[in-house]
């Protein structure tokens, strides 16, 4: 990937770990916790295989975007990777899972290709925006959860 927009979010969930996990890495929750999904499904795998894919219809930015990714790391109760397939923008997204005192701490790290020509110029709006929508999305997590 050429050069990239990068956001880091964590938030910590008043859950055991286990349970934060299953509901996350679980397709059939996404677009109740993460405010950019409109829609996403399984296309094919199961959720816990690695090579899986997923369609998905997100709003990012502002931007209606249509895409599929990839399942690429699973690894219980700790790690989700993900990578574009088909989409408008390469990016790569992971969630961490981890144990902090008696909840557990989830933290999102993404990577997504950089505007180029003309819309370089968008790109610190374009990362402010994102960071925003992955806080809102991971605090959305936490409500669900902790309710």
């Known amino acids: 990937m050429a050069k990239t927009l990068k956001t880091e979010e964590s938030i910590t969930i008043a859950r055991p770990v286990a349970e934060v996990f299953d509901y996350m890495s679980n397709p059939e929750n996404a677009p109740a916790w993460n405010s950019n999904l409109v829609d996403y499904a399984q296309e094919s795998g199961k959720p816990d295989?690695?090579?899986?894919?997923?369609?998905?219809?997100?709003?990012?930015?502002?931007l209606?975007?249509?895409?599929?990714?990839?399942?690429?790391?699973?690894?219980?109760?700790?790690?989700?990777?993900?990578r574009s397939k088909k989409s408008k923008v390469g990016y790569e997204r992971e969630l961490d899972f981890a144990a902090d005192g008696a909840g557990t701490r989830v933290t999102w790290l993404s990577e997504a290709e950089a505007g180029t020509g003309l819309f370089k110029f968008a790109?610190?709006?374009?990362?402010?925006?994102?960071?925003?929508?992955?806080?809102?999305?991971?605090?959305k997590a936490k409500t669900i959860l902790e309710s």
Not at 126 to 135: A, I, N, T
């Open 49 to 62: 295989e690695v090579g899986s894919v997923m369609s998905l219809t997100a709003k990012v930015a502002g």
């Open 123 to 139: 790109d610190p709006i374009v990362q402010k925006l994102h960071s925003h929508d992955v806080r809102g999305s991971l605090a």
């Open 64 to 82: 209606r975007l249509e895409a599929t990714e990839e399942l690429t790391d699973y690894q219980a109760n700790k790690h989700l990777g993900f």
